[in-house]
């Protein structure tokens, strides 16, 4: 099993233009999540999906968007990129309740 | 307010010594508790779970007091392989999502 991988692993944008940054996982879990950390803050939930065709914002959801077209699968957008949104972007998923599994992390700067 | 409080540290000890983390939270509705370990520039990976009678694995020693809303994490006989981050993690159930510490760094020193 790979667990759960992240696309792509770094990522410089300009502000305005746009990306989609890919999560999968090979565990069948039906739970997924998008986090940002940035330093003295921990890690804060974008958005999450608690089965596959299903979406819900998190705390910190602005300037995202997410789709969960297939169980295995993740997708976190930006539309428009800013510069607060330059952070470390991990995601998750757990088969319900417990433990969650992390990817690698995407490191993403925002100019 | 944070909804999960931890010091930051960091806290820097030799090798061999006994060293504890505490974590507050703020929802009386939070269900279950996690400690996770992050690496400088990794992912977080589960420590432990928290029970409400306690739990121990190893060296590690949580404890978890609901009235006071209070976790705690306990070191035994530090090991250099110890140095990492330790976020403390609460779990809103009934909203599927949980919420993180800001995390402790610990550096165990030879």
């Known amino acids: 099993n790979a667990g759960v991988t992240q696309t792509p692993k770094f990522r410089v944008l300009k502000t305005g233009q746009s990306m989609t940054l890919l999560c999968a996982q090979d565990?069948?879990?039906?739970?997924m999540y998008w986090y940002r950390q940035d330093p003295g803050m921990g890690l804060r939930l974008i958005h999450y999906s608690v089965g596959e065709g299903t979406t819900a914002k998190g705390e910190v959801p602005d300037g995202y968007n997410v789709s969960r077209l297939k169980k295995q699968n993740f997708l976190l957008g930006l539309e428009s990129a800013a510069p607060s949104q330059t952070s470390v972007y991990f995601c998750?998923?757990?088969?319900?309740?417990?433990?969650?599994?992390f990817g690698p992390g995407t490191r993403l700067t925002v100019t | 307010r944070k909804e999960v409080e931890q010091d930051p540290g960091p806290f820097n000890v030799p090798e061999g010594a006994t060293v504890a983390f505490n974590c507050t939270y703020s929802?009386?509705?939070?269900?279950?508790f996690f400690w996770y370990r992050q690496d400088c520039r990794k992912e977080p990976k589960l420590l432990m779970s928290?029970?409400?009678s306690g739990n121990e694995d190893g060296r590690f020693t949580a404890q978890l007091n609901r009235a006071s809303q209070y976790i705690s994490l306990l070191i035994r006989d530090s090991k250099l392989s110890d140095s990492a981050t330790y976020l403390c993690?609460?779990?809103?159930?009934?909203?599927?999502?949980?919420?993180f510490g800001a995390g402790t760094r610990l550096t165990v020193k030879p």
């Open positions: 928290v029970y409400s």
């Open positions: 998750a998923s757990t088969p319900g309740g417990d433990e969650q599994y």
């Open positions: 929802n009386s509705a939070s269900q279950s």
């Open positions: 565990m069948n879990h039906e739970y």
């Open positions: 993690v609460v779990n809103i159930i009934s909203n599927n999502d949980m919420r």
